[in-house]
């Protein structure tokens, strides 16, 4: 059916914007913690609304009515404080992901998307398990795809996560204009408490500028169409510079890990070549290919640091999720996949 990947080598609407939803978060559960005051009592909220009118025309009763029953929503922040992808070591972060049942469902997801996957390697030159594994991680293939309000859960990162404000406040305008275009109802859109959306958990401006009408039937849908969430993460992989059928990872040896270890992890992009990598004492243990490539070192137990020579389509996975922890689960649950695809 497909070209099989051995070993690591190739190793994110249907709502509807101009009615408002009553009372948005104003209500929140008993486990979640919000302010007193709505958001439309922040001056910088105000401004928002102003912004939002002169740049995009977009209407400021509606906005206005939006963040007067809008509430902080704590939890969010909680969230976003305490990623898996960050805290959890890698042996313990992969084993959300690699398993026997969720291997399995993607071996069944791209068995009735065949026509898809091999559509899309000719169309777009990303290979098919990587996308049926980045679907698998970020939604377990559509079926996780997050039951937060998106524009709650954008508001409080906008306003109440300074770290990251700018970059909220900015998806959350690509939101709205999303949200308007596609005829989305403000405050039912259903996303991930970062306000990702579909089963490809795309960030709203990344659905603007990257998610495609795959099946062609007027409208792209990453919540109910495979065929668009394929179509949307070949594109997206290839606007980051995936290279088709390249090697992503290889193991490798370290001799002496206190030399190099100011390089283990460091950085988005390739560091060196083979050559000087063999000259720092750091060797592939497999098959590789020549090129640049970075060092990777992840636990595989509590006492056990393993190493990968990573080369750039690694790198361009991290630009789907920005840990590495992340995208070698995404490697090795493709590699699964493609190894059992023909069970």
Known sequence: MYSRVLALSLVLGLYGCSTVNNQVEAKTTATETIQTLPYIELPEVRQFIDDMGSKHNYDRELLTQMFTNTY?????????????????????YRANFIDPVRVQQGVAFAKRNKQWL????KDYGVDWQIIVALIGVETAYGKVTGNRDVFTSLTTLSFDYPRRGS???????AYLLLARNQGWRLGETKGSYSGA?????????????LAVDYDQNGRVDLWGSE????????????????????I????????KPEDVKELVNKGRAPLHTMNEWGAKGVWATTNYTAGKAGLIGLRESETELDYWLAYDNFFTIMDYNPSRRYAMSVLELANRIAQHEGD
């Open 72 to 92: 902080k929503r704590e939890q969010v922040i909680t969230k976003s404080d305490n990623q898996p992808e960050v805290l959890v070591p890698y042996h313990k």
């Open 118 to 121: 091999d559509k899309v390697e």
């Open 167 to 173: 970059y909220f406040k900015s998806e959350l305008e």
């Open 197 to 209: 959306l579909g089963m490809v958990q795309f960030m709203p401006s990344n659905y603007m500028k």
């Open 227 to 246: 065929a668009d969430a394929i179509g949307s993460i070949a594109n997206y992989l290839r606007h980051h510079g995936w290279k088709y059928k390249q």
């Open 248 to 255: 992503a990872a290889v193991t490798a040896r370290v001799d």
